[in-house]
């Protein structure tokens, strides 16, 4: 018996099972790890994001008895809260161990040299970290608790100390002796301000400044007074730390100083600031100094701060928080962020946030009223004073200004006409109101992918259906390859050249780049238009499918001739300056890195992708149904039409959100071509920034574990969720024209 030659061996049967099984295991598992890193992706933005919607946590350390709490007029604590000190009235200053291990332990006590009784006592700012005394013989003494750090056998201790920011002598702030009822002062680079009310119910107003004496060399005082005119009594006075601004609290009213100029002192507001049916009770700045915080018997705390009017900047009420409703409530700021803290005389503290308009934390923190209160450096913790004794309590509040109306809605901040989408990370100052509206960035990446869309789409499925139904075999080998190989540019190139070359070139021949959107489609009607007019003799010279090469010199001619007049089109009909033309009549803002460069750079970055798949989508359509629709007498154009672009919609709608996905995703073109401006302006003039090119600025700069950190995270992960919709629709839609049109 002789074996048939035909008949497969067992053997490669079985090596092909294998293979396939093999291949199918592959493919399955490779498909599922992409799943599961998309998955650990996902969940990793969410692990990062997370920690910036907690709420804050307020709670009690430990606390001590104090024998003399009724002395003491101020409280702080330094920056690591292992030591507090306390100001007594009779300028004593104790400090006290306020860490686990020693907690209530009395380490020093301090005496200010002061060369008359007290009267009153005030403390700065609470970054300046001052704290003053008023004298009865009218002068002011200032200090500042100090701790000097040594590290013996390598080990931290903290020596407390007293500092004189002006040497241990006493300001005369009334040059008349009468003792200092009350007083705000700050201590800003060498000058000096108090605005005092003295015992004679005088509010005066002193300016010190420092200069040295050019024969001894000695620091002296020169000293400018200004007596303010306030009618009815004086409640309390504050001081902004740059000396600019003074106010003062008489009843239910605030008056508004400008102390730029000592010799000069006016009066540019007087606010009539209380609630209706309240009282005002309490009045603080915000950190900062541009908000003015007013507490009302009525449990209501309203911001206001100086926005410009008809009149000119005044203050006015932006906001209002809830609070408990007492007689007795106090305001108290943070060192640097927006937040602050009330305190009422039914022991109830309560943490506020003002950017992001948010209640963090409110709660009964003692059981008497609260008398004096201090918040450390770092704000993760606070000192209180209530019931006789110092109670340190621990504040978990590392993300206040993130809300999610913060991050998607409109917030006035400080300073603005209005409430805006502002995207401000960072700035030069720490008192700085962190800005994190995630809004203008998003529509930045929807602007970008639009235009780049815009310009993209029509030339890439033009080239694509061109190509597959009616380009020549041989050119189309030419053609396809020359234009998949332009998606292996780099997209640092393209944005170089964007920024440097193409950006520049706009600016300067702006009418002819405007006059190639029309010229060019004319153009090429035009041409086909006359080679229909040809003798048939001539056009049959023409290989079938080649006609495009003849369009290269019409091209290429009438971008000669665009660039070519664009100086007599400017000067005919924008009098020599297209810029100044659009920004002076028709009010339009032209940035040289704007929007049109971004939809040019980003839609060669982008027509690759398109023209790729979309092109392989339509000459993938079976031949038999094109030769078919031809052969029942329908032409070119309707075979096309009908049949050809109807059964490769499926892969022409996925080449189409393949090209927004990879818009949407771009960094380096968008970073590189554009101003990274923050703006919502449709204009096609302007720039914007978008969500990747703002990770991208702004990662490397951000603090690990920061609110500005976490955000950039949130970003990547809208950035991921934008992408994930788009690929989600466009996949609903692909099945749906399959389903549709597959049984063509």
Same mark, same amino acid.
């Given at each position: 018996m002789t074996s048939n030659p035909n008949k497969p061996s067992f053997n490669t049967d079985r090596s092909r099972l294998f293979k396939d099984r093999f291949a199918k295991f592959s493919i399955t598992a490779g498909g599922i790890m992409v799943l599961i890193a998309l998955l650990l992706i996902f969940f990793y933005l969410l692990y990062v994001v997370q920690p910036i919607f907690e709420?804050?946590?307020?709670?009690?350390?430990?606390?001590?008895?104090?024998?003399?709490?009724?002395?003491?007029?101020?409280?702080?604590?330094?920056?690591?809260?292992?030591?507090?000190?306390?100001?007594?009235?009779?300028?004593?200053?104790?400090?006290?161990?306020?860490?686990?291990?020693?907690?209530?332990?009395?380490?020093?006590?301090?005496?200010?040299?002061?060369?008359?009784?007290?009267?009153?006592?005030?403390?700065?700012?609470?970054?300046?970290?001052?704290?003053?005394?008023?004298?009865? /013989?009218?002068?002011?003494?200032?200090v500042s608790p100090k701790f000097l750090v040594t590290f013996p056998n390598n080990e931290r201790k903290l020596t407390p100390r007293l500092g004189y920011?002006?040497?241990?002598?006493?300001?005369?702030?009334?040059? /008349?002796?009468?003792?200092?009822?009350?007083?705000?002062?700050?201590?800003?680079?060498?000058?000096?301000?108090?605005?005092a009310q003295t015992a004679d119910k005088r509010v005066i107003f002193s300016s010190f400044v420092a200069e040295e004496n050019m024969f001894s060399g000695e620091v002296e005082w020169v000293v400018?007074?200004?007596?303010?005119?306030?009618?009815?009594?004086?409640?309390?006075?504050?001081?902004?730390?740059?000396?600019?601004?003074?106010?003062?609290?008489?009843?239910n009213q605030i008056y508004v100083y400008d102390t730029r100029n000592p010799s000069e002192v006016e009066l540019i507001q007087m606010l009539a600031a209380n609630e209706e049916n309240a009282n005002l009770v309490s009045a603080q700045l915000l950190a900062g100094a541009n908000s003015l915080m007013l507490a009302n018997d009525n449990g209501e705390v309203s911001q206001w701060f100086e926005i410009n009017t008809d009149d000119g900047r005044e203050y006015q009420k932006i906001r209002a928080f809830e609070t408990s409703k007492q007689p007795k409530l106090d305001i108290f700021t943070e060192f640097y962020r927006r937040t602050f803290f009330t305190t009422s005389s039914n022991g109830e503290l309560g943490v506020y946030y003002t950017t992001s308009e948010a209640k963090l934390w409110q709660g009964k923190i003692s059981e008497g009223p609260i008398e004096n209160f201090a918040i450390a450096p770092r704000s993760n913790a606070a000192l209180i004073l209530a019931d006789d004794k110092l109670t340190v309590v621990e504040i978990h509040n590392e993300h206040p200004e993130v809300t999610w109306s913060a991050l998607w809605q409109e917030v006035w901040y400080e300073g603005y006409p209005e409430p805006g989408y502002i995207w401000q990370s960072t700035s030069a100052g720490d008192d700085f109101e962190a800005k994190f509206s995630l809004v203008p960035i998003s529509f930045g990446t929807i602007k970008a992918a639009l235009y780049a869309m815009l310009f993209a789409v029509p030339i890439a499925l033009s080239a694509a259906i061109y190509t597959a139904y009616f380009m020549s075999g041989p050119l189309r080998k030419v053609v396809k390859p020359t234009v998949e190989i332009m998606e292996a540019l780099p997209t640092v190139i393209l944005g170089f050249l964007a920024g440097l070359w193409?950006?520049?070139?706009?600016?300067?021949?702006?009418?002819?780049?405007?006059?190639?959107?029309?010229?060019?489609?004319?153009?090429?009607?035009?041409?086909?238009?006359?080679?229909t007019k040809l003798p048939e003799s001539f056009r049959h010279r023409v290989p079938e499918g080649a006609h495009s090469i003849l369009l290269i010199p019409v091209l290429l001619l009438i971008g000669w001739l665009a660039f070519a007049m664009s100086g007599v089109v400017e000067l005919w009909m924008f009098d020599g300056n297209v810029r100044q033309y659009l920004t002076n009549e028709l009010g339009l803002t032209f940035d040289q890195r704007n929007s049109l460069v971004v939809g040019i750079a980003m839609g060669f970055a982008v027509i690759p992708t398109i023209f790729s798949i979309?092109?392989?989508?339509?000459?993938?359509?079976?031949?038999?149904?094109? /030769?078919?629709?031809?052969?029942?007498?329908?032409?070119?154009?309707?075979?096309?039409?009908?049949?050809?672009?109807?059964?490769?919609?499926?892969?022409?709608?996925?080449?189409?959100?393949?090209?927004?996905?990879?818009a949407v995703g771009e960094t380096m073109i968008v970073l590189m071509a554009t101003g990274n401006t923050p703006i919502m302006d449709w204009s096609i003039f302007q720039g914007m920034r978008t969500l990747a090119a703002n990770i991208a600025v702004e990662m490397p700069e951000s603090e690990v574990g920061s609110s500005h950190y976490r955000i950039l995270f949130l970003a990547a992960f809208v950035l991921f969720i934008f992408t994930f919709i788009f690929n989600t629709i466009a996949e609903f839609v692909r099945q749906q024209l399959r389903d549709k049109y597959s049984s063509m």
């Open positions: 709420s804050a946590k307020v709670e009690t350390r430990d606390s001590f008895a104090l024998s003399n709490a009724e002395q003491i007029v101020g409280l702080g604590v330094e920056e690591q809260t292992e030591i507090a000190f306390l100001l007594s009235k009779q300028g004593k200053v104790d400090y006290y161990s306020v860490e686990k291990k020693g907690f209530g332990k009395k380490l020093a006590s301090l005496v200010v040299p002061l060369d008359s009784e007290v009267s009153s006592f005030a403390s700065s700012a609470p970054f300046q970290g001052h704290y003053a005394y008023g004298l009865e /013989n009218g002068s002011v003494m200032i920011p002006l040497g241990e002598k006493t300001l005369l702030v009334d040059d /008349n002796g009468t003792a200092i009822k009350q007083f705000a002062f700050s201590h800003y680079e060498d000058k000096t301000a108090v605005v400018e007074r200004t007596e303010l005119d306030v009618e009815g009594r004086v409640d309390q006075l504050l001081m902004s730390p740059d000396t600019t601004r003074t106010f003062v609290r008489s009843a193409l950006a520049p070139l706009i600016e300067e021949h702006l009418p002819a780049i405007v006059g190639l959107l029309f010229m060019l489609p004319l153009g090429i009607l035009a041409t086909a238009f006359a080679w979309a092109e392989d989508a339509v000459f993938s359509v079976p031949k038999h149904l094109s /030769n078919g629709s031809l052969a029942l007498g329908a032409t070119q154009w309707q075979t096309l039409v009908s049949v050809v672009l109807l059964t490769a919609s499926p892969g022409i709608f996925s080449a189409v959100m393949m090209g927004l996905g990879r």
